[in-house]
């Protein structure tokens, strides 16, 4: 998980640390889940509705074109298949009614004409002549049927009543499979005959067989109790039963879909073949009729793969470059404003500590005048002298009181002098420095607290410290921070080392130690930026050391930190002979 | 030695002069910049020590007219006022600038090295 932290945008921990007063504008991770949804859902559901429509609609056309090309297939299997036994048909009532009774009787002119028969058309084994009572007057052909008798036979019976019919497929005496063509000739007694003929299915199988249809197809005849009359590919030998329902009947090419025994989808094309009992079926395998579409639909969903990746990435990256950015803006505007706030507040005190030392200071010039006139008339007039010793006496005490009250206004005047020193640094410009007098000045802001808290301050500053150039003001703001961190870290009784040395040609180098609580080593990093702080539930705004780092940058100085949690901290603050030149053009 | 003493601090600029005068010094207050000017008229100041701040004339127009009708005369600015701006204008224009409280002691020596100044 360490690996995707690396990842994590700035904007991700937002929120978390900064409770308080600085509360950011936005919710940043809850913009980014919804910028990234709404986008996603914007751009995804219109291609997934287009790809969905498109698919089902490629799906359907590829569908209906198979299924209009098996329907065209079967009608025109249909219309040969009839052709053929129409041929046949008419082949035989042509004999019938080519030929007398008796030269049809004749064996020898029977097998003239079946031998005529065969050489013009394909399939006639033989041919029989069955008289009115059923009986086979005369056969020519591989097999000895003459004299049987056929008046008990259905078919028999049926030609009374039509001029010819065609049989179901069946064994009978030649025990190979084969259906008979009868046609029916009347004659002019009344009475009539009938010409019968067995036809070989071969032919039927060539015929069926011989088409090109795809999708693994399988064209065969069943008769109408389904049983199948030619054989099949796919669907078991001749008298099985066809393993689908039996069509019902239509005068048109009918087309349904199945489960085949192996519960895949299949088409089954029929077609009733009139004046026969055949039905042409055809079926086709649905899962290899839409091969194609398989390969276009694996094409498709790639696509759409690499389309919605791509499409994610982009939202992704985007959006997480542009909250992030949001995010940054919005920690500079916070960070501007803070620093903003804090200096207008710096020139308020400033402001205000001139005012109050201003106004302190006439009242205090009276007093001091005042004071000043009676000890001047003690001290030239002697008023008191007659009154002898005790009159000295008295003197001396007045004298030791004026004396009290002209120091207080001295100390008093050195208080509202700071003041006014402080506020009047806290425009910039560049002069010439006294480390020491800085830093004792900041150091007299402090005394009282140091005392109140017990803290022992050790000033160290080397003789030999240069003067140089920088700005008081900011010198004494960076003083103040820092020795105010160091009072915070530190409980009573702390100690607070300040170290001054020269570095030579690379300026001067002051160092303060505090033997506070230390800074954890994870957070040493971040003690610059803003707003990070440890004290925020106490009201630290986190932009102390913040500001520091930026004065110290703008005097062209460095600071360094080493700390030790429980021990303490030291900041060492390297600053320049001469400011950088940008911050002299103010 | 004559010393011009103005400010609008009537018990300050009052008491000042008494004391100068107890010290052997000649010291005249005024507490308008009007009155300064006509008393600048009658008599002959070696030193004029003004506030900088004053309803009405601010010290420098005061020190600027003082200093157009009497060239002789020499300045010292004393004020409980610390603004930078007044710090090195008064500078410029005054001998010395000095921060109320001030010492009499202090305020002595400068008038004394003023003059001095102006002697040599």
Not at chain 1, 380 to 408: C, F, H, M, V, W
Request: glycine share 6%.
């Amino acid at each position: 998980m360490s690996f995707l932290k690396q990842f994590r945008p700035q904007f991700w921990k937002a929120g978390e640390s900064s409770s308080g007063p600085f509360r950011q504008m936005f919710n940043y991770r809850s913009i980014w889940q919804k910028a990234i949804l709404l986008v996603s859902i914007a751009t995804l559901l219109p291609l997934l509705i287009i790809t969905a429509v498109d698919y089902n609609y490629t799906e359907k056309s590829i569908e209906s074109e198979n299924i209009l090309r098996t329907l065209r297939n079967g009608s025109n299997i249909r219309r040969t298949i009839s052709a053929f036994l129409q041929e046949r048909r008419s082949a035989l009532t042509f004999i019938a009614k080519d030929n007398t009774r008796e030269q049809l009787y004749k064996a020898v002119h029977l097998q003239g004409v079946l031998n005529n028969l065969q050489e013009s058309f394909s399939g006639f084994v033989d041919l029989g002549v069955i008289n009115q009572e059923g009986k086979q007057v005369s056969y020519v052909g591989p097999y000895s049927l003459e004299g049987k008798d056929y008046s008990n036979q259905e078919w028999f019976r049926e030609m009374e009543r039509q001029n010819f019919a065609i049989s179901d497929v069946f064994l009978g005496y030649r025990n190979s499979p084969h259906f008979v063509i009868e046609a029916k000739q009347s004659l002019a007694d009344g009475s009539f005959l009938v010409l019968r003929s067995a036809i070989d299915i071969v032919e039927l199988q060539d015929l069926l067989h011989g088409l090109e249809l795809s999708g693994r197809a399988d064209a065969f005849l069943i008769n109408r109790q389904g049983i199948i009359q030619t054989p099949t590919l796919y669907h078991g030998d001749v008298f099985a039963k066809l393993p689908y329902q039996v069509p019902p009947f239509s005068e048109r090419t009918e087309i349904r879909e199945e489960l085949n025994q192996n519960g895949e989808k299949v088409f089954v094309c029929s077609a009733y073949i009139p004046l026969s009992p055949y039905i042409l079926v055809i079926v086709k395998d649905k899962g290899e009729l839409m091969k194609p579409w398989r390969d276009t639909r694996i094409g498709l969903i790639w696509f759409l793969v690499v389309s919605v990746t791509v499409i994610l990435l982009v939202v992704f990256g985007f959006t997480t470059y542009m909250v992030n950015s949001m995010y940054l803006l919005d920690q500079r505007r916070l960070a501007t404003l803070h620093k903003m706030e804090y200096s207008n507040k710096l020139a308020s005190i400033g402001r205000l500590a001139a005012g109050v030392a201003h106004e302190v200071n006439n009242p205090l010039a009276i007093i001091n005048e005042k004071a000043g006139l009676i000890k001047d008339i003690f001290t030239y007039s002697k008023p008191l002298q007659a009154l002898g010793q005790e009159g000295q006496n008295l003197d001396a005490t007045i004298t030791r009181q004026l004396d009290s009250i002209l120091n207080s206004v001295e100390r008093c005047g050195k208080i509202t002098k700071r003041l006014l020193n402080f506020a009047r640094h806290m425009d910039s410009t560049i002069e010439t420095i006294d480390l020491a007098a800085i830093v004792r000045e900041v150091l007299s802001f402090l005394h009282k607290e140091a005392e109140y808290r017990n803290i022992t301050v050790n000033v160290d500053i080397a003789s030999d410290i240069p003067p140089f150039k920088s700005d008081r003001g900011k010198l004494q703001q960076i003083f103040l921070n820092i020795i105010n961190n160091a009072f915070a870290a530190m409980d009573k009784g702390g100690r607070l080392d300040i170290h001054v040395k020269t570095l030579g040609a690379a300026g001067v180098s002051a160092t303060i130690t505090d033997n506070g609580c230390g800074i954890a080593e994870a957070d040493i990093g971040k003690i610059f930026e803003p707003f990070f702080s440890t004290k925020t539930k106490q009201g630290g705004t986190g932009l102390g050391l913040s500001i520091t780092y930026g004065l110290l940058l703008e005097l062209g100085g460095k600071v360094n930190v080493s700390s030790k949690v429980g021990e303490g901290t030291s900041f060492i603050i390297t600053l320049p002979l001469e400011p950088p030149a940008t911050s002299t053009e103010k | 030695m004559r010393i011009l003493l103005v400010d609008d601090e009537a018990e300050f600029v009052s008491t000042l002069a008494e004391r100068l005068t107890m010290r052997g010094y000649q010291a005249d207050y005024s507490i308008t910049a009007g009155n300064a000017l006509d008393l600048a008229a009658k008599h002959l100041y070696d030193v004029a020590v003004l506030d900088m701040k004053m309803p009405g004339t601010s010290g420098l127009e005061l020190q600027a007219k003082l200093a157009e009708k009497h060239p002789a005369m020499r300045f010292i600015f004393l004020t409980g006022h610390g603004s930078e701006d007044d710090y090195s204008a008064g500078s410029r224009q005054a001998a010395h600038y000095l921060v109320k409280p001030v010492d009499i002691n202090t305020l002595i020596a400068k008038i004394n090295q003023t003059v001095f100044a102006n002697d040599r």
